[in-house]
């Protein structure tokens, strides 16, 4: 079972739907860092955080630590948003070491 | 101001020879991180730096892989005897010392093993 699982691995929306993309953990973190790669393959830091909730644009993360769990939300979706989007968990003590999911695949049509 | 800038932005070779690749990281971030990602895989750590040192160097695949940076600044990755299972896009990423610091990446090098 990897540390940082994933779901769903596919997923397809209309324009303007709403979106969750799940990421569950099982070690110990620090941070969990939500990132979107472009279908050319350019990484982009989108969210990292500890606690609570984050807000940026239309996107928004939360993050559960008690239930070692946390969500990407993307509301009023459009094409640009197609992009793998990755959940990435530092581990805690003394190492910035991320641990990554295995993606999720978003593809939104107009 | 400049992003982390990696070189070759692609990089084909002949299996058995040695490949060096390099990254620049975002003047004044301390930390320094290289990723690879497999055709079809995910994400996966190899080593960090702190600085010029690596705390964690973990994630190296095997002892043809190295990494040093210098001068707390540039880093090169280096691959001896390449073998195809090495063809990849390796990414580096660079932050701010501390662990709520988000890490910024660069667009990868490209490599391929023919």
């Known amino acids: 079972k990897n540390e940082v699982e994933q779901s769903p691995q596919n997923l397809t929306a209309q324009e303007g739907e709403f979106i969750t993309i799940n990421c569950s953990y099982s070690?110990?973190?620090?941070?969990l860092h939500w990132l979107q790669q472009h279908p050319g393959g350019g990484i982009v830091s989108l969210f990292m955080?500890?606690?609570g909730k984050k807000k940026h644009g239309r996107l928004i993360a939360t993050i559960n630590i008690q239930e070692k769990h946390s969500s990407l939300h993307i509301t009023a979706s459009h094409p640009r948003d197609s992009a793998v989007y990755i959940c990435?968990?530092?581990?805690?003590?003394?190492?910035?070491?991320?641990?990554f999911g295995t993606g999720t695949r978003l593809q939104v049509f107009p | 101001g400049a992003g982390v800038s990696q070189s070759p932005s692609n990089k084909v070779t002949e299996k058995g020879k040695d490949v060096e690749l390099r990254c620049d990281p975002i003047?004044?971030?301390?930390?320094l991180y290289w990723y690879r990602q497999s055709l079809g895989q995910g994400l996966e750590f190899l080593i960090y730096?702190?600085?010029?040192?690596?705390?964690?160097k973990s994630g190296l695949p095997s002892d043809r892989f190295s990494a040093e940076r210098t001068g707390g600044s540039v880093s090169t990755l280096t691959i001896q005897r390449t073998q195809q299972e090495d063809s990849a896009v390796y990414l580096c990423?660079?932050?701010?010392?501390?662990?709520?610091?988000?890490?910024?990446f660069g667009d990868g090098t490209r490599l391929s093993i023919l």
């Open positions: 990423a660079s932050s701010f010392l501390g662990s709520n610091q988000p890490q910024h």
């Open positions: 070690v110990g973190i620090s941070a």
């Open positions: 955080l500890s606690s």
């Open positions: 990435a968990a530092l581990r805690a003590y003394n190492t910035d070491k991320l641990i």
């Open positions: 003047s004044g971030h301390t930390a």
């Open positions: 730096f702190q600085g010029n040192s690596a705390p964690d």
